[in-house]
Structure formats: structure tokens, C-alpha cells
């Protein structure tokens, strides 16, 4: 994981094959939901959002009730609610945004992710298991059972910003909704660097946020060359449209 572990957190042995559902349910046995971080120290690059709709509150951790997320359709955004009566299985692709968690008293943890492949499945005992899983960060947000990444609110503020030109420029959204995951995730990287070089004030009060953009962009241009490089095309190529708009 790129950020610095919080205390409870699991490193990841979710399998790509059928066998995650076993794995999730021994994660999520006393829990609703649980974020694992990939143990890069061993070459894993994928995060895993685990949660579990119970037939019942087991009202030993959090009993999320629904979750809502973001998909895209033919380029454009929209979000989805997924919950006990949604049709299973599930196997498909979510987008970039947040992922809300919510109970049945409408208390919600967020999180937000770069997107990436979602896994739902009923169990024998009528648990539906949800993999949310990404291979770039998935950060805790906000909530009620969780305390929040340190770069979550760096994250938040880039999607608000992104949101601009989808909603006032015409091909912005579909560019950046091609993107994937570890695209996003070093278009990220790469403007949180740029606002820091322009802003001395800036750099001087996030010596933290320095550091991990510094840390990072080194890692994602030497293991992610592709991604890195596709994501300096993407920024180009968004600058353009915006630029073609405001004529």
C-alpha cells in the first residue's frame, strides 16, 4: 500500500478465482465490511473492499445495508445500488468515485477508489459477499466505524476537480472514463506534484504530502512506465479539450 497502514488493517490473499468467497467470508466473519491492503513486499498490487449484506444486523461490528458506487455506461457515469435483493452473481467493473457503505439506520463509511473489477455472490447461509477490488489505492474516506487515510482528502478534492470538465466539457468524460485504474491513479500522483511545485505555501505545511509524491511518482515510473506515460498523455489531452471549450 502506498500510505502508511492504519493498526487493524489485512494484507491481501483474496484469490482471482472462485475461491475469494471463502476467503471473504473468513475476513468478514465477526466484520461488515474491511479494507485489505495489498502486501507489496510480495508483488501484490491489488486493493480489496470486502463487505457482507447479512439477512440479518449481526451487531458486532457494522451491518451495512446498501452500498452505492459508480459504474459507466457508454462513457458516462452514473451510479448504482447494490443491496440484498440486487440480482447475483455479479461480475464487472466499477468506475472511479466514491463507494458508500450504508446501515439500516442511514449510517454510512465511504470510501474512494480509481475503480476496478466487482465480484458479488450469495453464500449457502444467504451472506452476500462483495470484492471491490482495485490495483491502485482504495482510501478510507469518512464514517462511522473507520478513521480516514491521510491522502483521502487530497483524493476527494482531485475527483471534485475532475468533475469540472466532465460536466461542462464535451469529451471529457469519455477520455477520462477509458482511463484505468493505475491511469487514474498516476494522473493523481503527477497533479498533486504540479499544485505542490506551484505552491510554496503548500509544500511547506504537507511535508507528508511531499514526501509520499515524491515516494510515488518514482515507484509508478519505474514499475507502471505505461500507466505513467498514459497518464501524462491523458493530462495533455484533457488541457486541449478544455482549451478548445473556452474558444
Same mark, same amino acid.
Request: net charge positive; glycine share 10%.
Given at each position: 500500500m502506498v500510505l502508511d497502514a492504519m493498526p487493524n488493517d489485512q494484507r491481501s490473499n483474496i484469490p482471482d478465482d472462485s475461491g475469494w468467497v471463502d476467503a471473504a467470508a473468513r475476513v468478514l466473519?465477526?466484520?461488515?465490511?474491511e479494507l485489505v491492503e495489498p502486501d507489496l513486499t510480495q508483488g501484490s498490487e491489488t486493493s480489496h473492499l470486502l463487505v457482507a449484506l447479512r439477512p440479518q444486523p449481526s451487531l458486532k461490528h457494522y451491518d451495512p445495508d446498501t452500498i452505492d458506487y459508480w459504474t459507466t455506461d457508454s462513457g458516462r457515469g452514473r451510479t448504482v445500488r447494490l443491496e440484498r435483493e440486487t440480482r447475483l452473481p455479479i461480475v464487472g467493473d466499477y468506475a472511479w468515485g466514491n463507494v458508500t457503505l450504508t446501515d439500516r439506520i442511514s449510517v454510512a463509511n465511504e470510501f474512494l477508489s480509481f475503480g476496478g473489477t466487482l465480484r458479488a455472490q450469495m453464500t449457502s447461509d444467504a451472506v452476500v459477499l462483495i470484492d471491490f477490488s482495485s490495483n491502485a489505492p482504495i482510501l478510507r474516506w469518512s464514517g462511522h466505524s473507520q478513521v480516514s487515510d491521510p491522502l483521502a482528502s487530497e483524493?476527494?478534492? #482531485?475527483?471534485?476537480?475532475?468533475?469540472?470538465?466532465?460536466? #461542462?466539457?464535451p469529451g471529457a468524460e469519455s477520455l477520462v472514463a477509458k482511463a484505468g485504474p493505475r491511469t487514474l491513479y498516476c494522473v493523481f500522483i503527477q497533479s498533486v506534484r504540479e499544485r505542490l511545485a506551484q505552491a510554496r505555501t503548500m509544500r511547506d505545511a504537507n511535508r507528508w504530502l511531499v514526501d509520499w509524491s515524491a515516494r510515488e511518482s518514482q515507484r509508478m515510473e519505474s514499475t507502471s512506465k505505461d500507466s505513467w506515460q498514459a497518464a501524462t498523455e491523458m493530462r495533455r489531452q484533457l488541457s486541449a479539450i478544455e482549451a478548445i471549450a473556452r474558444e
Open positions: 466473519v465477526n466484520r461488515g465490511f483524493l476527494g478534492s #482531485f475527483f471534485a476537480r475532475t468533475r469540472v470538465p466532465i460536466d #461542462f466539457v
